[in-house]
């Protein structure tokens, strides 16, 4: 990804996000009082924010390095949920058999990490934590694939049977960047630093 920064936001200030998925969606009222919706994304886009809160001297100064060495707005990172991080539900343990993966053909190597969700949305996962990958392939767990932590695509060593069920499990990060080029904050007590306002927006992988 142009631009980007293969590195994670400290997770002690990750964990103090507030946030989660948004769309777009125009609506218009007619005269019948009949409501016209139209989606103009056509998939949600996931904003945070992890300003607002207090935390300790040294981990502002921690949030304002990150900061500056992003350029504020100019570069993307990694960026852990908190609520949403892993293949299978947040009570659960990662396994191999928890998303589809797809389905070999003899011929085709590469697969792309999806997350999917109810309704058949499918959230294209591009940044997974590169060592929690676990791969299976008619439920059997594998070890004969790679995977690029930067794309998310995995790669098996050689193609998958010809009507293979492949499944994986995994961690990952959202890429993100911050939505504004200033960062606010106040010293509230000794040592408390109050950072007014610090937004992340999800940007494409």
């Given at each position: 990804?142009?631009?980007?920064?293969?590195?994670?936001?400290?997770?002690?200030?990750?964990?103090?996000?507030?946030?989660?998925?948004?769309?777009?969606?125009?609506?218009?009222?007619?005269?019948?009082?009949?409501?016209?919706?139209?989606?103009?994304?056509?998939?949600?886009?996931?904003?945070?924010?992890?300003?607002?809160?207090?935390?300790?001297?040294?981990?502002?100064?921690?949030?304002?390095?990150?900061?500056?060495?992003?350029?504020?707005?100019?570069?993307?990172?990694?960026?852990?949920?908190?609520?949403?991080?892993?293949?299978?539900?947040?009570?659960?343990a990662i396994s191999a058999l928890d998303q589809p993966l797809g389905f070999g053909d003899g011929v085709r190597v590469a697969f792309q990490l999806c997350k999917h969700g109810d309704a058949e949305v499918v959230r294209v996962i591009t940044k997974p934590v590169a060592d929690s990958v676990v791969v299976a392939v008619d439920g059997v767990a594998t070890t004969a694939?790679?995977?690029?932590?930067?794309?998310?695509?995995?790669?098996?060593?050689?193609?998958?049977?010809?009507?293979?069920?492949?499944?994986?499990?995994?961690?990952?990060?959202?890429?993100?960047?911050?939505?504004?080029?200033?960062?606010?904050?106040?010293?509230?007590?000794?040592?408390?630093?109050?950072?007014?306002?610090?937004?992340?927006?999800?940007?494409?992988?």
């Amino acid at each position: 990804m142009s631009g980007f920064h293969e590195v994670l936001l400290p997770l002690g200030i990750a964990l103090g996000a507030t946030g989660g998925p948004e769309r777009a969606t125009d609506v218009v009222r007619l005269a019948s009082g009949v409501e016209s919706r139209n989606a103009r994304w056509a998939h949600s886009r996931r904003r945070w924010e992890v300003g607002g809160t207090v935390m300790r001297t040294d981990q502002a100064q921690e949030l304002v390095a990150f900061f500056e060495a992003r350029g504020g707005r100019q570069y993307g990172f990694r960026f852990r949920d908190p609520l949403d991080w892993k293949s299978c539900a947040p009570s659960q343990a990662i396994s191999a058999l928890d998303q589809p993966l797809g389905f070999g053909d003899g011929v085709r190597v590469a697969f792309q990490l999806c997350k999917h969700g109810d309704a058949e949305v499918v959230r294209v996962i591009t940044k997974p934590v590169a060592d929690s990958v676990v791969v299976a392939v008619d439920g059997v767990a594998t070890t004969a694939f790679g995977v690029d932590a930067a794309t998310g695509l995995v790669t098996f060593e050689t193609a998958p049977a010809d009507g293979a069920v492949l499944t994986a499990g995994f961690a990952f990060d959202v890429p993100v960047r911050f939505d504004t080029d200033r960062m606010d904050m106040a010293l509230v007590g000794h040592d408390a630093v109050r950072i007014v306002r610090a937004p992340l927006v999800e940007v494409a992988g």
